[in-house]
C-alpha cells in the first residue's frame, strides 16, 4: 500500500509538472503525423504513379497496404523514442530542476518513484498515438483494427520499452547524461527494425540483428495483427519471442536500477552534476 501511495503520487506530480508546459503536450500531437507524413508521400513517389512498384513492395513485405505497412512502423519507432527520452530522461530531468537529491533523501523506494513517473509518461505518450490512428484514417484510409490482441502485442511491447528505459535511468545515475546513448540507440532501432521496409531487403548479417531486437517484432507484429486480421494461433511463436525480451528487459532494467543507485549512494556520487 505504501509502495502504491509513492506510486501515484509520484504520477500525480509529473501530472502537475506538465500542465504547467501545455507547448509540450501541443508538439505531441503534431510529430506524430508529421513524421510519418514524410515516408508515406516517399513510397508514394517510389510506388510510381501507375503503382507499378507495388509488384516489387508486396513480393517483399506480402501486402501492397504500404501506407498502413509505413504508418505502423513509424509510429512504434516514434513511440519507442519519446518513451527513452521521457522515461530514461527522467532523473536527468529531476537533476536539472534540482529535486533528485531531495527526492532520493526520503525512505520512498527508488522504483515506485520511477514508476509512477513512468506511468504519466506513459499516458503522455500514448495519447497523441491514438490520436493519430484515426487522423491516419481519415488521410490515407489506413484500417487499424484494434482488438484485445493488438492491445496485448502493444502492453507486452509497453513492458519491454519500459525495461530498456529504466537501463537509460541507470545510465543516468552513472554517466550523468544520455543523450548520446539515445540517438544511438534510436538510430539502429530505426535501420534495423523495418520501420518503413521488410527487413527481408536487408543483407543476412544485418537481418539476424533485427532478429535480436524488440521492436522488430513489435512491429511486425502490430502490422500482422492490426492490418491483416492475424489471430494467436498464427503469431504465437513470435508473441512468445516477445514476452522473453519483455521479461529479460524488465528484469535487467530494474536489476540495473538498483545496483547503480546503492554505487552512488556508497560513492556519494549522486549530488554530482
Do not use: H
Not at 184 to 206: A, E, H, K, N
Not at 210 to 232: C, E, K, N, Q
Amino acid at each position: 500500500m505504501r509502495c502504491l501511495r509513492i506510486f501515484l503520487a509520484a504520477s500525480k506530480r509529473d501530472m502537475l509538472v506538465l500542465k504547467r508546459y501545455p507547448d509540450w503536450i501541443a508538439s505531441l500531437f503534431v510529430w506524430p503525423v508529421l513524421m510519418p507524413s514524410l515516408s508515406v508521400y516517399a513510397a508514394k513517389a517510389l510506388a510510381g504513379p501507375d503503382q507499378s512498384g507495388l509488384i516489387a513492395f508486396a513480393e517483399r513485405s506480402g501486402t501492397t497496404d504500404y501506407v498502413g505497412f509505413v504508418t505502423s512502423g513509424m509510429i512504434l519507432w516514434m513511440w519507442l523514442n519519446i518513451v527513452l527520452w521521457q522515461v530514461g530522461g527522467q532523473l536527468r530531468a529531476e537533476q536539472r530542476r534540482g529535486t533528485l537529491e531531495s527526492n532520493w533523501l526520503t525512505p520512498a523506494p527508488r522504483l515506485a518513484i520511477v514508476f509512477g513517473c513512468g506511468l504519466t509518461r506513459m499516458l503522455y505518450t500514448m495519447a497523441p498515438l491514438l490520436i493519430a490512428l484515426p487522423l491516419f484514417r481519415i488521410m490515407w484510409r489506413v484500417d487499424m483494427s484494434i482488438t484485445p490482441l493488438l492491445g496485448l502485442v502493444f502492453f507486452t511491447s509497453t513492458i519491454a520499452v519500459y525495461g530498456i528505459g529504466l537501463l537509460f535511468s541507470s545510465l543516468v545515475l552513472f554517466f550523468k547524461e544520455l543523450n548520446a546513448m539515445v540517438f544511438f540507440v534510436r538510430g539502429v532501432f530505426m535501420i534495423f527494425c523495418g520501420m518503413t521496409y521488410p527487413i527481408s531487403v536487408l543483407p543476412r548479417w544485418m537481418q539476424a540483428v533485427s532478429r535480436a531486437l524488440p521492436l522488430t517484432y513489435s512491429i511486425d507484429l502490430v502490422r500482422r495483427v492490426g492490418l491483416s486480421g492475424a489471430r494467436f494461433a498464427d503469431i504465437s511463436r513470435d508473441f512468445a519471442i516477445l514476452a522473453g525480451f519483455a521479461a529479460v528487459l524488465f528484469a535487467l532494467g530494474c536489476g540495473a536500477f538498483l545496483a547503480v543507485d546503492r554505487v552512488v549512494k556508497r560513492t556519494g556520487t549522486l549530488g554530482q552534476y
